[in-house]
């Protein structure tokens, strides 16, 4: 990585906290994260994991800066060594700047080997003195909070908010660790060790510090969302346990099932009587789901389904990130049917994206799928409340006549969709080619009619989708192409090359391609496409929609997102 | 009400002539007339197979889903809309071989649900190959040298599970059979009923006559002795009919979501509350 490609200033810091699971990381990241946006400052966190439920070794990234800051980076300012082990875990993106906060009664002789400029600032040793070893996050928290100018008095709010429910005695001892911790940072500022300044920003205040699987589930609520049945698997649990943990406010059946096969099947199930509802999954529960997919298409039932990838084959990297799952979605299930493919890049698209997941399922009686991965999934950032005044759930059920036929032959494909109880009729749907009443046929010139009717509505999802974005100069002469999970990172390390002749295409709709993709593409010069997999399998998709061919790729498969100085460091090869 | 409501006109029936499922299609009719339930208030969900094909042949709501998975989807259907009467019928093969595991645990969820079982010990559609519940040493295409597998005892594991309504009925006898079937649609909580139905084509195992001798009726059995009613499931040497097993009373699946305590009316009925919408992203705020 080259030393002169860095993203940070004075105006944003990385930095990274490395332990083993079940050491309050998560307890740091959350108290951190919280206090700085208190304070003002633009926050984002992202972490990667091991796949067990303690030891290993986990890492959080939190950048703080006075502007908006959305992708990962990869070197680090501060780093935090938790345990031993921790320093060797996060080798390669401790660079000469990188400070090192450590105690080493807890890295051990770790911080003797290390040539890196490390400050011995005593956690563990002050903990114990406050009561327990225990508190030293807390102590990690205070010093971190301090470095950058938080005030204690509104750190020691949050914190007291943070462990309201724990007793009083716990609460002070918390307090007092925190306390401790700006001390520390005093002297660290004093003796000139470090030396950050962070501006506040006075928008920060009233924004929301979301991550990926709270914005899909968040979505999915404001679609109108009141059934959820998954099996869980990460990285997509998190959208069943928010949908869970606030099923009794908003009405809503959210069911762990038996298998992934289940969970899909009981989704049709509420669509057919008048639920919205979706599934959430990755990769491998996925695959188990494909026979309901196409189940979908014959019945043209509605389904929502997020597929929080993770790198396959089979069990793969289970808690890691890859963009590999593309292709699976795009054709998984039997037979020829219409479906829609999102792939947020922005918190905001999550949300709004899955939102008209469910508007649209219900309009044409098609899957939606809403395609994240690990990355986009655990990683939050602060940004604007979505505005919800216009927000309007889409219901596009009829009143069934007593000659109801759920599958009228209608000009554009799409039947009026009956649910059983609601109006005179019978609802009949059915796995089995049928006839307009939804009963078994073997009527072959019927047959093609009712292709025919299923595939009329894939032409109406041609016209009705979400364009590709473009970021920077109309006029590029190279265009960058990405979709899905890598748009902030691939739109910050263009920023970072500075480059008034390239321009950024993010896809949030990958499928049906936008018409107007092949007009963006046959602009450029040049065109490179980024992608967090290993065969390019966007590229594939649009040359074989366009028959365009993309001139360079840029990927990457080895479990992690592309950070930010070493895309750019690829991009400024790849455009040269 | 009259069973002929319950009629479709003009169809052509897929079931070989003289197929058990005929006389299971007629009492089955008959009970929902009895019972005075609408048409439009049933949801017959089947999966695939010829048993699977009878929410075709009643005039009522169907779902004939995929095969194997019947009961999730009727679990939904029943959880979205509680008014509704749901019934997920379908063959053994469907049911207890591709579907077990969502036999397994719809018993444990317990949906307000009834579930008919048509049990012939072998698969039709496919011709004439050995099912879960097909007996030992039955030669087939496949099970060349005879079914060497245990049969699956769908009776004993619902008890085991603690099924809130366990019977087992002979499509022979309508009279019995409508009974089990009225007690199982009345039961509140998940039923299942298993019905012998001879396979005409494919099992001369298994025949009218082999049912006749082999059957018995439970007599002064109290479907409430959980131990007895195991033993009875367990039976080989004759087979019992009748209501074997019921829990003691539970919630069902609906009830425990959480969702109708308040409120009655079906999910279509329900719309976002914009405002708790709002409430929940101020938290995302994280003020203080």
């Known amino acids: 990585m080259s030393k002169g490609l860095s993203s940070q200033n004075s105006e944003s810091v990385s930095i990274c906290l490395c332990g083993q699971a079940g050491q309050g990381i998560q307890t740091v990241e959350h108290l951190l994260t919280r206090i700085f946006k208190l304070a003002g400052f633009n926050v984002l966190a992202t972490k990667e994991y091991m796949s067990r439920i303690r030891g290993g070794m986990n890492s959080t990234s939190i950048r703080i800066s006075s502007g908006p800051v959305r992708a990962a980076a990869g070197t680090i300012d501060i780093l935090v060594p938790l345990n031993k082990g921790a320093l060797q875990h996060v080798e390669r993106n401790i660079s000469s700047r990188t400070i090192i906060l450590a105690d080493k009664e807890m890295i051990g002789e770790d911080i003797d080997q290390t040539k890196r400029k490390f400050v011995d600032v005593p956690f563990t040793g002050t903990a114990a003195e406050i009561g327990d070893k225990i508190y030293s996050n807390v102590v990690a928290v205070g010093t971190m909070a301090g470095l950058f100018g938080v005030e204690l008095s509104m750190a020691g709010k949050y914190v007291e908010k943070f462990f309201s429910k724990k007793s009083k005695d716990i609460v002070q001892k918390n307090l007092a660790a925190l306390k401790k911790g700006f001390e520390f940072a005093a002297e660290l500022i004093k003796s000139s060790k470090t030396n950050f300044k962070i501006t506040a920003d006075s928008g920060v205040e009233d924004q929301v510090l979301l991550n990926g699987a709270e914005a899909v589930a968040l979505g999915a609520i404001a679609g109108g969302c009141n059934f959820i049945a998954s099996y869980p698997m990460s990285p997509s649990t998190g959208v069943l346990a928010f949908l869970a943990k606030h099923a009794k406010t908003f009405d809503i059946i959210a069911e762990q099932a038996e298998d992934e096969i289940a969970a899909i099947n009981m989704g049709l199930g509420a669509w057919y009587a008048g639920a919205r509802a979706m599934v959430t999954t990755s990769g491998g529960g996925f695959a188990l789901m494909t026979e309901g997919v196409s189940l979908a298409g014959i019945l043209e039932s509605p389904m929502v389904i997020h597929l929080a990838q993770r790198p396959g084959p089979a069990t793969g990297l289970p808690t890691r990130t890859e963009q590999g799952d593309l292709e699976l979605v795009i054709y998984a299930g039997h037979g020829e049917f219409p479906r829609i493919i999102f792939a947020p890049g922005t918190i905001e698209d999550a949300f709004s994206l899955t939102q008209r997941a469910f508007n649209l399922a219900d309009k044409y009686q098609v899957p939606v799928f809403i395609l994240t991965d690990q990355y986009f999934i655990d990683s939050y950032y602060n940004t604007a409340a979505p505005d919800l005044s216009k927000l309007k759930i889409e219901k596009h059920i009829t009143r069934t006549k007593k000659d109801y036929q759920r599958y009228e032959l209608t000009k554009n494909g799409v039947s009026p969709r009956g649910i059983p109880g609601f109006g005179n009729g019978l609802v009949a749907v059915d796995s089995d080619e049928h006839d307009t009443e939804g009963h078994i046929t073997e009527d072959l010139d019927l047959r093609i009619r009712m292709v025919d009717k299923r595939l009329k509505k894939g032409d109406l999802l041609k016209k009705d989708n979400v364009p590709p974005e473009l970021t920077g100069p109309k006029n590029y002469k190279n265009l960058i192409v990405c979709w899905g999970s890598t748009q902030n990172i691939t739109e910050e390390a263009l920023r970072m090359l500075g480059r008034d002749d390239a321009a950024l295409l993010h896809f949030k709709q990958v499928y049906p391609l936008p018409e107007e993709t092949s007009e963006y593409l046959q602009k450029a010069d040049k065109t490179i496409i980024v992608e967090n997999n290993a065969t390019s399998q966007f590229a594939k998709l649009i040359r074989l929609q366009t028959g365009i061919e993309i001139d360079k790729k840029i990927l990457k498969y080895n479990g992690l997102s592309f950070f930010v100085e070493e895309l750019a460091e690829k991009l400024k090869k790849a455009l040269s | ?288």
Not at chain 2, 31 to 45: R, S
Not at chain 2, 76 to 92: H, W
Not at chain 2, 108 to 130: C, D, E, F, S, W
């Open chain 2, 1 to 288: 009400m009259d069973a002929k409501i319950f009629d479709m006109n003009d169809i052509d029936i897929a079931w070989c002539p003289g197929c058990g499922n005929f006389p299971i299609l007629k009492t089955l009719k008959k009970v929902l007339a009895e019972m005075q339930i609408k048409p439009t208030d049933i949801v017959l969900v089947s999966g695939i197979g010829q048993a699977a094909k009878i929410p075709h042949y009643i005039k009522a709501n169907l779902f004939n889903g995929l095969h194997g998975r019947a009961l999730p989807a009727a679990t939904a259907i029943k959880a979205a809309n509680p008014a509704l009467t749901v019934i997920a019928e379908s063959g053994d093969g469907d049911m207890y071989g591709e579907g077990g595991n969502h036999f397994i645990h719809t018993i444990r969820r317990n949906p307000n649900i009834t579930n008919i079982v048509h049990n012939n010990m072998v698969y039709g559609l496919t011709k004439g190959q050995a099912s879960p519940t097909s007996r030992k040493g039955f030669v087939t295409p496949v099970q060349v040298s005879g079914v060497f597998l245990e049969p699956f005892n769908p009776l004993a594991v619902a008890i085991a599970l603690d099924a809130s309504f366990v019977a087992r009925a002979f499509a022979g006898d309508t009279e019995q059979t409508a009974e089990i079937l009225k007690k199982a649609i009345e039961h509140k909580g998940y039923a299942l009923v298993d019905i012998f139905q001879p396979c005409v084509t494919f099992n001369r195992l298994n025949t009218v006559k082999w049912f006749k001798e082999q059957t018995y009726y439970l007599e002064g059995h109290d479907p409430s002795d959980r131990q007895k009613a195991f033993e009875k499931a367990t039976e080989t040497e004759k087979l019992p009919l009748g209501v074997f097993y019921k829990s003691p009373q539970k919630p069902s699946f609906e009830e425990n979501v959480g969702i109708y305590e308040e409120k009655k009316g079906p999910l279509y009925e329900r719309d976002l509350d914009k405002k708790k919408l709002i409430n929940l992203f101020d938290t995302f705020k994280m003020q203080l």
